[in-house]
């Protein structure tokens, strides 16, 4: 099982956000991780998530994490634009595999 980090991208598996993608903006312990979207789940009003109803993505967004390192905060714009920059890149890769390439 690989350990999740600040700044990594998952998507919810389990709750009322199903399906939807978040940051992890801060890790509790080893089993529990608060995440923020940005917009739904802002960085003041983060989620305390059980790592097991996450999936963790290989996408890391070095701005947040930069960001939280530098100054223990980050703003609701840069959770945005994670998320939105990493459906966009899994959007088109996978229509480029339905297409074959």
């Known amino acids: 099982m690989r350990t999740a980090q600040i700044g990594q991208l998952v998507r919810i598996l389990r709750g009322r956000g199903l399906e939807q993608y978040a940051v992890i903006i801060?890790?509790?312990?080893?089993?529990?991780?608060?995440?923020a979207d940005g917009d739904k789940r802002k960085f003041d009003q983060p989620k305390k998530k059980n790592i097991q109803h996450l999936e963790l993505l290989e996408e890391v967004s070095r701005e947040v994490a930069d960001s939280l390192n530098e100054t223990g905060r980050v703003t609701n714009g840069k959770l945005r634009f994670a998320v939105?920059?990493?459906?966009?890149?899994?959007?088109?890769?996978l229509e480029a595999h339905e297409r074959g390439e």
């Open 26 to 35: 801060g890790i509790e312990d080893a089993r529990f991780v608060w995440i």
């Open 84 to 93: 939105l920059s990493y459906r966009k890149n899994a959007d088109l890769t």
